[in-house]
């Protein structure tokens, strides 16, 4: 599975748009981009998945560039809730026998 | 839906004790997975199943642990002697995986807190 690589930590405010930039220089052709939320004391939670372009849904999008090197997952007016690690993770999801490796992944602090 | 299923939330025992932590997957899932979760390592992947056969077991860090899937609806972790080391969240995963439904969306459950003093 390919790795990523993405900040440590990023601080907001609410009401703020937060992008979070993830690095996977060497993703291979059929991998997809995931990112996974996890809240302080439960266990993480799918937010979105996409191959290339935009991807949109009731929570977040997830910008792909054309050399899919990297991906840039977007919370649009971020609120306290939002407080909690972002994971980004590359892998085929057509391929049997793999499962997801989480990194590090981002703290993201959101104040009022 | 309730989700992944579980038991017990919180275990505290004695090192040496042995310890089984127990998952109830989504009715019709056919992937489970078994994470472990510390401060200094992250999320660990420990071992997973697929169609109740474990495909991948390389996470799972020594001969003390062991995990089983007996049937579609049920799984074990068991570590056999415990130690304060083995102290971390365990988080029980599944997911549809099939040749017609391809996607990494997990569904995790809300984990076992482990104690081992």
């Known amino acids: 599975l390919a790795k990523t690589t993405q900040p440590i930590s990023m601080d907001s405010y609410e009401g703020q748009e937060v992008n979070i930039t993830c690095s996977h220089n060497n993703i291979a052709t059929n991998d997809y981009i995931t990112w996974y939320q996890q809240f302080p004391s439960q266990g993480p939670r799918f937010i979105i998945q996409g191959y290339k372009t935009k991807v949109t849904n009731e929570v977040a999008s997830l910008f792909i560039p054309a050399d899919r090197k990297s991906s840039t997952l977007s919370l649009p007016r971020v609120s306290l809730s939002d407080t909690a690690v972002y994971y980004c993770l590359v892998g085929d999801p057509n391929q049997a026998g793999t499962a997801l490796i989480f990194g590090k992944g981002t703290t993201l602090s959101v104040s009022s | 839906d309730a989700g992944v299923i579980q038991s017990p939330r919180h275990e505290v025992t004695e090192m040496g004790q042995e310890v089984t932590l127990r998952c109830k997957p989504i009715s019709g899932h056919n992937s489970l997975f078994w994470y472990r979760q510390t401060m200094m390592r992250g999320l660990e992947l420990l071992i997973y199943?697929?169609?109740?056969?474990?495909?991948?077991d390389s996470g799972m860090p020594e001969d003390r642990f062991s995990a089983k899937m007996p049937n579609a609806s049920f799984s074990t972790l068991k570590i056999q002697p415990s130690e304060p080391r083995d102290s971390a969240v365990y988080f029980c995963?599944?997911?549809?995986?099939?040749?017609?439904?391809?996607?990494?969306?997990?569904?995790f459950g809300s984990g076992t807190r482990l104690t081992v003093v």
């Open positions: 199943f697929n169609n109740n056969v474990p495909i991948d």
């Open positions: 995963a599944s997911s549809p995986w099939t040749e017609y439904n391809r996607n990494y969306g997990y569904t």
